[in-house]
């Protein structure tokens, strides 16, 4: 089937799968950083300390992840979403009406685990489960949403603070997830697997077995992995994370920097569809090894950089990995792992995801407290990245003859 026939056949899931995954963009570091000056003034925090809420309350986020992602083998988006998206709602509120330094590490926790952890996951757990020869394809599609708010969600946020307080913009998300909560329902009216507790046609893994999440972890490939599960949701929380500060540093206006993001976007968008495509056609094994390798090009610009073109060649590259990663690294635990237990094993991944985007606003920001400032750092970052490709070189190359053997 070609891909508007898929899209036309599967609009129903696709769309509840997209609508997920823009509803996570108010857990997610590139919306709550843009208010980092403003929560940074109001509770007097340096970057350091700011940073150091952030890492926290995003650490404990990965910690209940474990627990929590594996919710999503026993119930079915529709049952679990509306849910998540309450909390997430409550969350956006909290941020809204906290009065105190310390409760924002409750509320960073909050947003953290409902917005980046759980309604991402639900959604990716979904198409990975219900699509298997168009998985790709369905991956890509659903994450268009937070793509989307990526591109537009900075610039209308940024231009209406301008006018408005701040924490009314949390108000107003608040007011948007609630509202995605029917809209979700009314989609997922007629669910794709049906069974509360999804097992049946599973896709099976390597050995021609179905994992569960501590024979994962048990497996020399998953621990071969962790550095590429760390390192992009790190270093680009930490990008976005800083992204006041690195505008000033670079001497740009902020709402210049932020106008590129639709840039950033739309490569990313041709990215997931690319990745999408070429996963269905030649699989992952042949693509996931070198997905980072434009993460190394990306911070070694952003390090050197000092005109507004070159930075948008940075992004041009940071947004590739992003498109590949969403696509490339969601199949790889179907494909090599199998899907009966796809949702616990897709939550440890995504719980060292959070611990990464955890680490990286953390370590940035006392180092900028510490003197090294974020160029010098980036340099570093490329180095880490070039590590990780070659980690997934390797294991990749090992893995793959076990995709086809039986135990």
Excluded at 277 to 287: A, F, H, K, Y
Excluded at 386 to 401: D, K
Aim: one cysteine or more.
């Amino acid at each position: 089937m070609n891909t508007l026939g898929f899209m036309k056949s599967n609009a129903r899931w696709l769309s509840a799968g997209a609508l997920l995954t823009f509803l996570s963009s108010f857990g997610q570091t590139f919306f709550i950083s843009l208010f980092a000056a403003e929560i940074q003034t109001e509770f007097r925090l340096s970057h350091g300390e700011w940073g150091a809420i952030y890492s926290i309350g995003t650490f404990a986020s990965a910690i209940v992840m474990i627990w929590a992602g594996g919710l999503s083998d026993r119930f079915r988006a529709k049952s679990l979403g509306p849910i998540i998206l309450v909390l997430l709602a409550v969350s956006c509120l909290a941020m809204a009406f906290n009065p105190v330094w310390w409760g924002l590490f409750l509320v960073v926790f909050a947003l953290r685990f409902t917005g980046q952890g759980m309604t991402s996951h639900i959604a990716i757990v979904a198409m990975s489960r219900w699509f298997s020869a168009a998985r790709g394809r369905a991956l890509a599609i659903a994450t268009l949403g937070c793509s989307g708010g990526e591109a537009f969600l900075p610039i209308i946020v940024v231009l209406l603070m301008g006018f408005v307080d701040w924490r009314l913009l949390w108000m107003a998300a608040t007011l948007i997830c609630l509202a995605g909560i029917p809209v979700l329902l009314s989609l997922l009216r007629q669910e794709r697997t049906p069974q509360s507790l999804a097992d049946t046609q599973q896709n099976t893994g390597m050995n021609l077995r179905n994992w569960t999440r501590n024979n994962a972890i048990g497996h020399w490939l998953f621990w071969f992995m962790v550095p590429a599960m760390l390192g992009p949701s790190a270093f680009n929380t930490a990008f976005f994370f800083h992204q006041v500060h690195f505008a000033d540093i670079k001497g740009i206006a902020h709402i210049d920097l932020v106008s590129l993001y639709p840039v950033y976007t739309i490569i990313c968008i041709l990215a997931m569809i690319g990745a999408g495509w070429s996963l269905d056609r030649w699989g992952t094994p042949r693509l996931i090894p070198y997905m980072q390798i434009p993460m190394i090009i990306a911070f070694l610009l952003f390090a050197t950089s000092q005109s507004i073109e070159m930075l948008t060649f940075g992004l041009v590259f940071l947004a590739l990995n992003t498109g590949f990663h969403a696509t490339l690294a969601a199949a790889f635990w179907s494909e090599f792992y199998g899907t009966a237990h796809i949702g616990s094993i897709k939550a440890m991944a995504a719980a060292i995801m959070v611990l990464g985007s955890a680490l990286g606003p953390g370590i940035t920001g006392l180092a900028i407290d510490l003197g090294i400032g974020l160029e010098q750092q980036y340099i570093f970052v490329a180095g880490y990245f070039a590590f990780a490709t070659a980690m997934m070189v390797i294991g990749i190359r090992r893995a793959t003859p076990l995709l086809s053997l039986p135990a």
